[in-house]
C-alpha cells in the first residue's frame, strides 16, 4: 500500500491509511480539543468562583452617638446579617467605640490582636485589659504591655444623623501586619 | 509518547489499544451509525454537569430552591452549567429514541442481539427514571406539583399502587423524605446502575459485534476498522450536539419558578415535553377506565418493547421484508407524535393565566371578601355573589371607581373601603372580571 492510497488492511478489515488516516485522525482529536475546552473553562470557574469573591460588607448601625460617653470606651451590641453562600445568618457582634474630645469615634475590633480573645475595659486605670495573656492596650489601641503584636485593630466607621456605623471586619490575630480574614 | 511505551513494555497496551480501535465495522463506517455513541458521550457529559451541580445544591426543602437560585444568580457559569444539565437531559431522550429507532428499523435486536436489545430497554427506563427524579431537585412550583402528579399516578395502580407511592413518596406528604431519597436515587443510585447496564450493552457488541446493513449485498463488501473513519464521524456529532447544547444553555434562560408552596393548589404544572403524550392521553380517558391509561397501557407498551426480539421472529432485517414489524413501529410512533402534537398545541391554545388574575385573587383572600361575598358556594352570603360578577358587570371602569369607594356607585352599599394601592385595584379588578360562566 502507498502512503497516499486511501486503503489498508487489518486484520480482514480495511481501514483508511496515509493522509486519509491523518485528516480523521486529526478531526477527532480537534472535536475532542474543543469539547473539552469548551466545558473545563466553564466547570473550572464554576468551582472557584466563591473562592475568589469577597464578600461585600455593609455598614452597619451599631447605635446612636449618645451612648458613647466621652473619654470612656464603649461595647456596642448588634445584630449582623452574615451571608453564607445561598444561607443568612443572624449573628451577634460586639465593637469598642471611643468618642475623643474633638467629637471624632475611633471603632475597634473587639478581638485581641494577640490570640483572638475579647477584651475588656478597666476605667479605673483607663485601659484595655485582655484576660487571656495580659496584653495591655491605652484608650487609643496602642499596646502597652504584653504580648500583643500590633495595637487594636481599627475599623471603618462614619457617623450619619447622629448614629454610628461600622463595616464589621475580622484580622488574623498573633501578625505585627494587619491581615484582613 | 515515551511514557506510553514504556507503559506498554509493561502492560502490553498495544493489544488493548488494538482491540478497542480494530473492532471491525460490516460494510463499513456510517453516519446512521452515530446515534449510540451520542447517547453515550450525553450521558457522560449529565454526569460531569451533574456532579458539579452537586458542588452547591441542597437536597433539602429548606434549602433546594434557594441553592438552585445560588447557582443561577451568584456562581460564575451557574445559570451555563445548569442549562447544559437540563437540555443535555432532553438531547439524552432525542439520542436515546434515535439510536432505538435506527436498531429498530435495521433489525439489530435479531439474533444473536436479542440481550443487548433488552438490556438497550432497561437503559431508556433507566433513562426516564432519572428525568422523573431529577425533576423535583429545583424544587419549585413546576417540580413539586409534577412529581406530586406523578406519584399520584402510581397510587392508582390496583392494590399495590398506594404502597408503592407510599414507599416512592417515603412520607406522608411530598416533602423532605421524598426530596432526599429522590436525590439519592438519582445521584447514587441510577447512575450505578446505569453504568452496570451500559459495560453489559458495550460488553453484548464486542462479543457479538454490530449488526450492519441490513442487506447482504452491502455487508459483503467487507468491514471497516471502528477507527479512524467512525470515530471521526461520533467526534464530529459529538461536537455538533455539545454545540447545539452549549447554544441553547447559553441563549434559552431556563428560570426556576416559584419555590414549591404545598399550600398553593391552583399551581398547574406541565411536565417535560418527553412525558407531554402520556400527559395528553390521561386527559381522555376518565373513570373506572383511568388505570387503563395510567398503567396498563405504559405496563404493555414496556413489556412488548422489551421482549420484541421474540415477538418479531421474521429472520429477516431488510425494512421491505417486514411490512408487520415496521407497520407496527410506525403506528406505535405516529400515535406517541399524535400525542405530543396534540398536546403542544393544547398548551399554547390555552391561554395562560394572567398574572394580575392571580394576585387578585390573593388579594380577594387577603382582605377577606368571602367574609360576606360568595364565588362557588364558597363565601358568607350577605353581599351579592361574585361566582359570574365578570358577565353580570363587565365594566372594568365601574369596579375600579367601586373599590375606591362602593357608595359612589352604589348608593347604600354597605361594602367599606379598602385601603387599596392603584396596582392592588387593577389586580382585584381583574380577577372579579375573569369571573365568567366561560373562561
Same mark, same amino acid.
Given at each position: 500500500m502507498s502512503e497516499h492510497q486511501g486503503e489498508g488492511d487489518e486484520g480482514g478489515a480495511s481501514t483508511p491509511v496515509g493522509t486519509r488516516r491523518t485528516f480523521f485522525g486529526w478531526v477527532t482529536t480537534v472535536a475532542a480539543g474543543l469539547i473539552g475546552f469548551g466545558l473545563a473553562?466553564?466547570?473550572?470557574?464554576?468551582?472557584?468562583?466563591?473562592?475568589?469573591?469577597?464578600?461585600?460588607?455593609?455598614?452597619?448601625?451599631?447605635? $446612636?452617638?449618645?451612648?458613647?460617653?466621652?473619654?470612656?470606651?464603649?461595647?456596642?451590641?448588634?445584630?449582623?446579617?452574615?451571608?453564607?453562600?445561598?444561607?443568612?445568618?443572624? $449573628?451577634?457582634?460586639?465593637?469598642?467605640a471611643v468618642k475623643r474630645p474633638d467629637g471624632q469615634v475611633s471603632v475597634f475590633s473587639p478581638m485581641c490582636t494577640h490570640l483572638g480573645c475579647g477584651y475588656r475595659w478597666d476605667g479605673d486605670v483607663k485601659q484595655f485589659k485582655c484576660p487571656c495573656h495580659g496584653s495591655v492596650f491605652d484608650i487609643d489601641g496602642k499596646v502597652v504591655a504584653g504580648p500583643a503584636p500590633r495595637p487594636l485593630d481599627l475599623l471603618p466607621s462614619k457617623i450619619e444623623n447622629g448614629r454610628l456605623l461600622v463595616v464589621f471586619k475580622e484580622f488574623k490575630p498573633g501578625t505585627k501586619d494587619i491581615v484582613e480574614l | 509518547?515515551?511514557?506510553?511505551?514504556?507503559?506498554?513494555?509493561?502492560?502490553?497496551?498495544?493489544?488493548?489499544?488494538?482491540?478497542?480501535?480494530?473492532?471491525?465495522?460490516?460494510?463499513?463506517?456510517?453516519?446512521?451509525?452515530?446515534?449510540?455513541?451520542a447517547t453515550l458521550f450525553l450521558f457522560l457529559l449529565q454526569a460531569i454537569t451533574g456532579m458539579f451541580l452537586a458542588v452547591y445544591y441542597a437536597p433539602t426543602p429548606d434549602h433546594a430552591y434557594d441553592s438552585i437560585q445560588f447557582i443561577e444568580e451568584q456562581v460564575?457559569?451557574?445559570?451555563?452549567?445548569?442549562?447544559?444539565?437540563?437540555?443535555?437531559?432532553s438531547a439524552m431522550v432525542v439520542a436515546i429514541g434515535l439510536h432505538m429507532l435506527q436498531a429498530f428499523l435495521y433489525g439489530?435486536?435479531?439474533?444473536?442481539?436479542?440481550?443487548?436489545?433488552?438490556?438497550?430497554?432497561?437503559?431508556?427506563?433507566?433513562?426516564?427514571?432519572?428525568?422523573?427524579?431529577?425533576?423535583?431537585?429545583?424544587?419549585?412550583?413546576?417540580?413539586?406539583?409534577?412529581?406530586?402528579?406523578?406519584?399520584?399516578?402510581?397510587?392508582?395502580?390496583?392494590?399495590?399502587?398506594?404502597?408503592?407511592?407510599?414507599?416512592?413518596?417515603?412520607?406522608?406528604?411530598?416533602?423532605?423524605?421524598?426530596?432526599?431519597?429522590?436525590?439519592?436515587?438519582?445521584?447514587?443510585?441510577?447512575?450505578?446502575?446505569?453504568?452496570?447496564?451500559?459495560?453489559?450493552?458495550?460488553?453484548?457488541?464486542?462479543r457479538v459485534g454490530p449488526a450492519g446493513p441490513w442487506t447482504d449485498a452491502r455487508a459483503s463488501l467487507g468491514s471497516e476498522t471502528f477507527y479512524p473513519r467512525q470515530v471521526y464521524m461520533d467526534a464530529v456529532v459529538m461536537l455538533v450536539v455539545f454545540t447545539v447544547i452549549g447554544s441553547l444553555a447559553l441563549l434559552v434562560p431556563f428560570p426556576l419558578t416559584d419555590k414549591a408552596n404545598p399550600?398553593?393548589?391552583?399551581?398547574?404544572?406541565?411536565?417535560?415535553?418527553?412525558?407531554?403524550?402520556?400527559?395528553?392521553?390521561?386527559?381522555?380517558?376518565?373513570?373506572?377506565?383511568?388505570?387503563?391509561?395510567?398503567?396498563?397501557?405504559?405496563?404493555?407498551?414496556?413489556?412488548?418493547?422489551?421482549?420484541?426480539?421474540?415477538?418479531?421472529?421474521?429472520?429477516?432485517?431488510?425494512?421491505?421484508?417486514?411490512?408487520?414489524?415496521?407497520?407496527?413501529?410506525?403506528?406505535?410512533?405516529?400515535?406517541?407524535f399524535s400525542l405530543l402534537g396534540l398536546s403542544l398545541k393544547n398548551l399554547y391554545a390555552v391561554p395562560r393565566v394572567d398574572p394580575a388574575v392571580v394576585r387578585g385573587k390573593a388579594l380577594y383572600a387577603e382582605f377577606g371578601c368571602a367574609g360576606c361575598h360568595r364565588?362557588?358556594?364558597?363565601?358568607?352570603?350577605?353581599?351579592?355573589?361574585?361566582?359570574?360578577?365578570?358577565?353580570?358587570?363587565?365594566?372594568?371602569?365601574?369596579?375600579?371607581?367601586?373599590?375606591?369607594?362602593?357608595?359612589?356607585?352604589?348608593?347604600?352599599?354597605?361594602?367599606?373601603?379598602?385601603?387599596?394601592?392603584?396596582?392592588q385595584l387593577n389586580d382585584l379588578t381583574s380577577y372579579v372580571l375573569s369571573l365568567k360562566k366561560t373562561p
Amino acid at each position: 500500500m502507498s502512503e497516499h492510497q486511501g486503503e489498508g488492511d487489518e486484520g480482514g478489515a480495511s481501514t483508511p491509511v496515509g493522509t486519509r488516516r491523518t485528516f480523521f485522525g486529526w478531526v477527532t482529536t480537534v472535536a475532542a480539543g474543543l469539547i473539552g475546552f469548551g466545558l473545563a473553562v466553564p466547570l473550572v470557574g464554576y468551582v472557584i468562583s466563591p473562592a475568589l469573591k469577597r464578600r461585600e460588607r455593609p455598614w452597619v448601625d451599631v447605635g $446612636s452617638l449618645e451612648e458613647v460617653p466621652l473619654g470612656d470606651p464603649k461595647q456596642l451590641d448588634h445584630v449582623t446579617t452574615i451571608q453564607d453562600g445561598y444561607l443568612k445568618n443572624q $449573628s451577634q457582634k460586639a465593637v469598642w467605640a471611643v468618642k475623643r474630645p474633638d467629637g471624632q469615634v475611633s471603632v475597634f475590633s473587639p478581638m485581641c490582636t494577640h490570640l483572638g480573645c475579647g477584651y475588656r475595659w478597666d476605667g479605673d486605670v483607663k485601659q484595655f485589659k485582655c484576660p487571656c495573656h495580659g496584653s495591655v492596650f491605652d484608650i487609643d489601641g496602642k499596646v502597652v504591655a504584653g504580648p500583643a503584636p500590633r495595637p487594636l485593630d481599627l475599623l471603618p466607621s462614619k457617623i450619619e444623623n447622629g448614629r454610628l456605623l461600622v463595616v464589621f471586619k475580622e484580622f488574623k490575630p498573633g501578625t505585627k501586619d494587619i491581615v484582613e480574614l | 509518547m515515551r511514557i506510553y511505551q514504556w507503559l506498554d513494555s509493561r502492560l502490553n497496551l498495544k493489544s488493548v489499544e488494538r482491540t478497542l480501535l480494530d473492532e471491525p465495522i460490516p460494510g463499513g463506517a456510517s453516519w446512521i451509525y452515530v446515534f449510540g455513541s451520542a447517547t453515550l458521550f450525553l450521558f457522560l457529559l449529565q454526569a460531569i454537569t451533574g456532579m458539579f451541580l452537586a458542588v452547591y445544591y441542597a437536597p433539602t426543602p429548606d434549602h433546594a430552591y434557594d441553592s438552585i437560585q445560588f447557582i443561577e444568580e451568584q456562581v460564575t457559569f451557574g445559570a451555563f452549567v445548569r442549562g447544559l444539565h437540563h437540555w443535555g437531559a432532553s438531547a439524552m431522550v432525542v439520542a436515546i429514541g434515535l439510536h432505538m429507532l435506527q436498531a429498530f428499523l435495521y433489525g439489530a435486536y435479531k439474533p444473536p442481539r436479542e440481550v443487548m436489545w433488552m438490556v438497550g430497554v432497561v437503559l431508556f427506563l433507566l433513562v426516564m427514571a432519572f428525568a422523573f427524579t431529577g425533576y423535583l431537585l429545583p424544587w419549585d412550583q413546576t417540580a413539586y406539583w409534577a412529581t406530586q402528579i406523578g406519584l399520584n399516578m402510581v397510587g392508582t395502580v390496583p392494590v399495590v399502587g398506594e404502597f408503592l407511592m407510599r414507599v416512592m413518596r417515603g412520607g406522608e406528604v411530598l416533602g423532605a423524605l421524598t426530596l432526599s431519597r429522590f436525590f439519592a436515587i438519582h445521584v447514587l443510585f441510577l447512575p450505578a446502575l446505569l453504568i452496570s447496564l451500559i459495560a453489559a450493552h458495550l460488553f453484548i457488541l464486542r462479543r457479538v459485534g454490530p449488526a450492519g446493513p441490513w442487506t447482504d449485498a452491502r455487508a459483503s463488501l467487507g468491514s471497516e476498522t471502528f477507527y479512524p473513519r467512525q470515530v471521526y464521524m461520533d467526534a464530529v456529532v459529538m461536537l455538533v450536539v455539545f454545540t447545539v447544547i452549549g447554544s441553547l444553555a447559553l441563549l434559552v434562560p431556563f428560570p426556576l419558578t416559584d419555590k414549591a408552596n404545598p399550600a398553593d393548589t391552583s399551581f398547574v404544572p406541565v411536565p417535560e415535553w418527553y412525558f407531554l403524550f402520556y400527559y395528553e392521553l390521561l386527559k381522555y380517558v376518565h373513570g373506572p377506565l383511568e388505570p387503563l391509561a395510567t398503567w396498563i397501557l405504559p405496563m404493555v407498551v414496556i413489556l412488548i418493547m422489551l421482549f420484541w426480539p421474540f415477538i418479531d421472529r421474521n429472520p429477516a432485517r431488510n425494512p421491505i421484508r417486514r411490512p408487520v414489524a415496521i407497520g407496527a413501529g410506525a403506528v406505535f410512533l405516529l400515535v406517541v407524535f399524535s400525542l405530543l402534537g396534540l398536546s403542544l398545541k393544547n398548551l399554547y391554545a390555552v391561554p395562560r393565566v394572567d398574572p394580575a388574575v392571580v394576585r387578585g385573587k390573593a388579594l380577594y383572600a387577603e382582605f377577606g371578601c368571602a367574609g360576606c361575598h360568595r364565588i362557588h358556594g364558597a363565601g358568607g352570603a350577605v353581599a351579592p355573589d361574585l361566582s359570574f360578577v365578570g358577565d353580570t358587570r363587565p365594566e372594568r371602569e365601574w369596579h375600579v371607581k367601586h373599590f375606591k369607594d362602593p357608595q359612589s356607585v352604589s348608593p347604600g352599599s354597605f361594602m367599606p373601603k379598602f385601603p387599596l394601592t392603584d396596582p392592588q385595584l387593577n389586580d382585584l379588578t381583574s380577577y372579579v372580571l375573569s369571573l365568567k360562566k366561560t373562561p
